[in-house]
């Protein structure tokens, strides 16, 4: 049995250097005074590997075969995955009464494909409720033209997304229309029922270190709450990369504090931290 490593094992300069990598890689900035929220981070993933102390920790992540092992799962460790169904109520009242009446029409009514994404999904209860929503207003023809994709960089949390399973506390803001409708009482839980959990496809993606290509000609992109925690720099490169992937006159709603300047960024603000792609 390894013994614990002690308080003293994680030197502020080891601090900084496991900070440091957790910027360069996620866009989370950790402050200086989240000590010992790092010290107990840590500590589950070097008892999980069964090592002695933080100094071995580190030596490992700075290997190749390290790095590429391990460095998800401390990022896994690092990010705050709270989210709801249908979380704050007022941007899913304009998806109903604004958003979707417009994609309707440009869109779906065209017969044109509509592309939803929703980034930084956590367990899935944000896609979800807007799959919910789609799915209930759209023919069964209409649906085949919706395409919802859903990523977050923890693979854990993409797993438990992929189940669709909830317990009764997450579903509080859910409509008891939908409760009934779309989800089956399961080992104490809810299930979202198949016909609406497989319009949502879920995958791993880092919004600071990859391309988002993939994502041009998106229609509705929601980006909430997880950018509040990255740097400036980061935040930026991101806000640039969401303006970019909608298509013009597309839709991007933002967590309430994320505000960005978005007159001058071609972006129009609805209300709501709800924004519409608009020409510069
Ligand atoms: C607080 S949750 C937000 C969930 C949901 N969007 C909501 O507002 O209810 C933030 C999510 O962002 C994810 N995240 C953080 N940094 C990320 C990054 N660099 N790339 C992709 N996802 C990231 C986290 O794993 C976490 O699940």
């Given at each position: 049995m390894k013994s614990t490593p002690e308080?003293?094992?994680?030197?502020k300069s080891d601090f900084d250097w496991f900070r440091e990598l957790i910027e360069r890689e996620s866009g989370i900035h950790i402050r200086e005074n989240k000590y010992m929220f790092m010290y107990n981070r840590l500590l589950r993933r070097i008892r999980n590997l069964g090592m002695d102390n933080f100094s071995q920790y580190k030596d490992y992540l700075r290997t190749g075969e390290g790095f590429e092992k391990e460095l998800g799962k401390l990022l896994e460790e690092i990010v705050i995955p709270e989210s709801s169904f249908f979380r704050y109520q007022p941007q899913f009242e304009m998806l109903v009464s604004m958003i979707l009446p417009d994609l309707m029409k440009r869109r779906i009514m065209q017969g044109k494909p509509l592309n939803v994404v929703s980034f930084g999904?956590?367990?899935?209860e944000e896609p979800y409720s807007i799959a919910l929503l789609l799915y209930d207003r759209l023919s069964v023809s209409q649906r085949q033209l919706v395409r919802i994709r859903a990523v977050d960089l923890s693979e854990t949390l993409l797993s438990k997304a992929r189940e669709g399973l909830y317990e009764e506390s997450d579903l509080a803001n859910v409509p008891p229309i939908f409760l009934s409708q779309y989800f089956i009482r399961e080992n104490g839980g809810y299930r979202l029922i198949s016909r609406v959990s497989q319009m949502v496809h879920f995958y791993k993606f880092n919004l600071v270190h990859e391309n988002w290509t993939r994502f041009n000609f998106s229609d509705l992109a929601f980006c909430r709450n997880t950018t509040i925690y990255f740097n400036k720099e980061a935040r930026h490169q991101v806000n640039y990369n969401l303006k970019n992937c909608l298509r013009e006159n597309g839709y991007l709603v933002l967590g309430h504090t994320e505000i960005i300047n978005g007159d001058q960024n071609g972006l129009k603000h609805m209300g709501n931290m709800v924004y519409r792609k608009v020409n510069p």
């Open positions: 308080l003293v094992d994680l030197e999904c956590a367990t899935g």
